[in-house]
Nanobody, 122 residues
Framework: QVQLVESGGGLVQAGGSLRLSCAAS????????MGWFRQAPGKEREFVAG????????YYTDSVKGRFTISRENAKNTVYLQLNDLKPEDTAVYYC???????????????WGQGTQVTVSS
């Protein structure tokens, strides 16, 4: 049973930055695709970014391209999401997710962490 634990959320002003981390345990991290989703109040959970098992392919939803960067450090079983130029509409609970196919695209995630809150003030 893989466990995913997110950290790094917080309150930041518009234009600011945060780095989210997700530590995985209990599985073979190096074969999994990893990703980040978010859910704002009253909205459905949406895919934000994904990365394949080796880290050489990344995917982003259009609204975060050029502002967010996903990366992974397999030696530490950790995936990161760097959030730059944050906007109030980025306010949401951010969830780390796991893709057992290894691809990291939006369609195949089947496990999520508990989430970390990101709040962007205007």
């Amino acid at each position: 049973q893989v466990q995913l634990v997110e950290s790094g959320g917080g309150l930041v002003q518009a234009g600011g930055s945060l780095r989210l981390s997700c530590a995985a345990s209990g599985g073979t991290f190096t074969i999994y695709g990893m990703g980040w989703f978010r859910q704002a109040p009253g909205k459905e959970r949406e895919f934000v970014a994904g990365i394949n098992w080796s880290g050489d392919s990344t995917y982003y939803t259009d609204s975060v391209k050029g502002r967010f960067t996903i990366s992974r450090e397999n030696a530490k079983n950790t995936v990161y999401l760097q959030l730059n130029d944050l906007k109030p509409e980025d306010t949401a609970v951010y969830y780390c997710a796991l893709d057992r196919t290894g691809w990291g695209t939006a369609a195949n995630f089947d496990s999520w962490g508990q989430g970390t809150q990101v709040t962007v003030s205007s």
